[in-house]
Nanobody, 125 residues
Framework: QVQLVESGGGLVQAGGSLRLSCAVS????????IGWFRQAPGKEREALAA????????YYADSVKGRFTISKNNAKNTVYLQMNSLKPDDTAVYYC??????????????????WGQGTQVTVSS
């Protein structure tokens, strides 16, 4: 069983930055893929970025390439999402998720087995 706890959300002005954290516990870390997703009211859940813990490979949705960066800290068992140049359209609940023993499809919500509770990000204009 994998547990995930997001933190770091909040209110930020357009053009600003936020760093989200996802504390991960349980599971076999070398076999975990961790993804970041978001969901705005009335919209489908959208993939943003993913990282494979074992290989370090990273994946990004085209919509956030160049603005968002995913990284991990092995010592803290934490995955981060650094978000720069934020826009009002980035307003959503942001989730991290874990997929065990999968190396493909890490930008697809259906790949994931475990989800965090989400953290709200609001970008004001």
């Amino acid at each position: 069983q994998v547990q995930l706890v997001e933190s770091g959300g909040g209110l930020v002005q357009a053009g600003g930055s936020l760093r989200l954290s996802c504390a991960v516990s349980g599971g076999t870390f070398s076999k975990l893929g961790i993804g970041w997703f978001r969901q705005a009211p009335g919209k489908e859940r959208e993939a943003l970025a993913a990282i494979h813990w074992g290989t370090g490979s990273t994946y990004y949705a085209d919509s956030v390439k160049g603005r968002f960066t995913i990284s991990k800290n092995n010592a803290k068992n934490t995955v981060y999402l650094q978000m720069n140049s934020l826009k009002p359209d980035d307003t959503a609940v942001y989730y991290c998720a874990a997929a065990e023993y999968k190396v493909a499809g890490l930008l697809m919500p259906g790949t994931y087995d475990y989800w965090g509770q989400g953290t709200q990000v609001t970008v004001s204009s």
